[in-house]
């Protein structure tokens, strides 16, 4: 069946680093987009990088723009998101997901909790 695993989450101080990994099984991993999404207390969850299926074509939201960078290795099945400049807004548990509407609205993994403060 379809499964994310989330990791590398952890509690670091602002402006610091962490690099997330998500390995995906149950699919065929290349041929989908991924996106790394997150949910904060009393928010919804948002997408903040999204990969295409290559590797070729990525977007960020806003808040995250020139921070964050999403990669992924087919071979692995993994896609990762390394976070840089981290600031407590950023605070939230991240998950890894499909672009598809099948996959989000059925399967989810654990998420990693990101915890950004002093």
């Known amino acids: 069946q379809v499964q994310f695993v989330e990791s590398g989450g952890g509690l670091v101080q602002p402006g610091g680093s962490l690099r997330l990994s998500c390995a995906a099984s149950?699919?065929?991993?290349?041929?989908?987009?991924m996106s790394w999404y997150r949910q904060a207390p009393g928010k919804e969850r948002e997408s903040v990088a999204t990969?295409?299926?290559?590797?070729?074509?990525?977007s960020y939201a806003d808040s995250v723009k020139g921070r964050f960078t999403i990669s992924r290795d087919n071979a692995k099945n993994t896609v990762y998101l390394q976070m840089t400049s981290l600031k407590s807004e950023d605070t939230a548990v991240y998950y890894c997901?499909?672009?598809?509407?099948?996959?989000?609205?059925?399967?989810w993994g654990q998420g990693t909790q990101v915890t950004v403060s002093s």
């Open positions: 997901n499909t672009r598809s509407r099948v996959f989000t609205i059925t399967y």
């Open positions: 149950g699919f065929t991993f290349s041929s989908y987009a």
């Open positions: 990969i295409s299926s290559a590797g070729g074509i990525i």
